[in-house]
């Protein structure tokens, strides 16, 4: 009795093992990183350290600036056309990277008009 008690323990611990027990759960978090962004700055906030940048979709995204936060270009100012890569973390946008496009080139685009509105 004693063998066939131990040969159906090692049965089942082989099966759990195996993944024959409960199937894995799939992760129900957001995405957390990888999210880019275009468009223009239409608002800085220095001791917040957050900045808006208006889609060319006309949509208004707020985004909080780091340390690790690299910015490519001049300093963030309102008007600024730029191009952002952020990740959300506890209910937040992070911008990891911010390139802002030179005056010149600004010009150039439609939407450089988008933050005087």
Known sequence: MRNV?????LVAAAAVSSGFAAPAK????????GY???????????VAK????RSNAG???????TTATRVQGEHLKPGDRVAVRFLEKDG??????????S???A??????????R
């Open 92 to 101: 937040k946008k992070i911008a990891t990277s911010v390139r802002v496009e």
């Open 50 to 53: 957050t900045f808006a940048v």
């Open 107 to 116: 010009a150039m685009t439609p939407t450089a008009s988008a933050g005087t």
């Open 59 to 65: 949509t208004e995204t707020t985004l909080v600036r």
């Open 26 to 33: 799939t992760p129900t978090h957001p995405k957390s990183h």
């Open 5 to 9: 008690l131990a040969a159906l323990a």
């Open 36 to 46: 880019s962004l275009a468009g223009v700055v239409v608002r800085v906030d220095v």
């Open 103 to 105: 005056t010149a080139v």
